[in-house]
């Protein structure tokens, strides 16, 4: 049980007194807000849907699995996605005017890469979709940058002590995508073949790609 | 599988721990209605120019920082309520919309909500 069930008052968040209300809090004050905005010209809902949509189920993580896949595939990508990602992603037209800085970070047998958002939860929507929960959580955005190799253990992935974990705080203007190590039995894969084997895990560096369990037999 | 401070906070974390669950997109990204419509708001209302991208990400931060002085660990499950006290704060600062006027309208869907049979799209009466 958390402490704060024993208090219940303690913590009056405004929500509270809405209890009674059809509409909980957030969703009442989301409402009221949407309306304002529409009616002052600054939003149109059917915009928004498209937002949500688009973020929710076309982004996801398949655009940065499309990149990783093809600097798996294409060296001269590789080479320009490590030196210049923000216009290597660009190539492909999913990067928006989020006025950010694209950073890829690679991953090999020596360097792990971890992407943490410390003070909020800063995250390359264009490529990876909406952040995880748990990407969004205190634990790990407090845990991250402390404590890298016990937050990876949590994660499953235990790392020898001659690996060198590198943790990236991502800010506003710079966001980072890992690029993780193509995994063996993959040879002669075709882009779509790896991309459809590479996870959001691995591109924010708590996962690897591993070969689904009976691909590549 | 667990980010384990404190225990209790866990429960969402080790849903994408696992690498042998299914890949991606597991677990809710959103888990309501309204926790999409504030991102989608704030996405918007950066597009149109109200605020920069920075500046957006500076007040979510002082947001977060100031909801963790005096609330409970978060799990991750009070982050779009701290999302939504941030973009409220940001148009009040850029006069876009102020706070009385908001609460004035969050009390109107109030009384609409209310007055709508079960069922039924609620509306603000026309003005």
Known sequence: MSDDHHHPHDHDHGSDSAHDRPLSGPALRVKALESLLAEKGLIDPKTLDEIVDTYEHRVGPRNGARIVARAWTDPAYRQRLLANATEAIAEFGFIESHAEDMVAVENTPQVRNLVVCTLCSCYPWPVLGLPPAWYKSDAYRARAVLDPRGVLKAFGQDIPEDIEVRVWDSTAEMRYLVLPERPAGTEGWNEEQLASIVTRDSMVGVGTVILPAGAGA | ?127
Do not use: N
């Open chain 2, 1 to 127: 599988m667990t980010i384990s401070c404190p225990p209790e906070a866990d429960r969402t974390v080790d849903l994408t721990a696992l690498p042998a669950l299914p890949r991606d997109d597991a677990g809710p990204v959103f888990r309501a209605p309204w926790e999409a419509q504030a991102f989608a708001m704030t996405l918007e209302l950066h597009r149109r120019g109200v605020f920069t991208w920075p500046e957006w990400a500076g007040t979510l931060a002082e947001e977060i920082a100031r909801a963790k002085a005096h609330d409970a660990w978060d799990d991750g499950s009070h982050y779009y309520e701290r999302w939504l006290a941030a973009l409220e704060a940001l148009v009040a600062r850029k006069q876009v919309v102020g706070t009385a006027d908001l609460s004035q309208r969050v009390d109107e869907w109030d009384r609409a909500a209310r007055a709508t049979p079960h069922g039924q799209p609620v509306l603000l009466p026309q003005r």
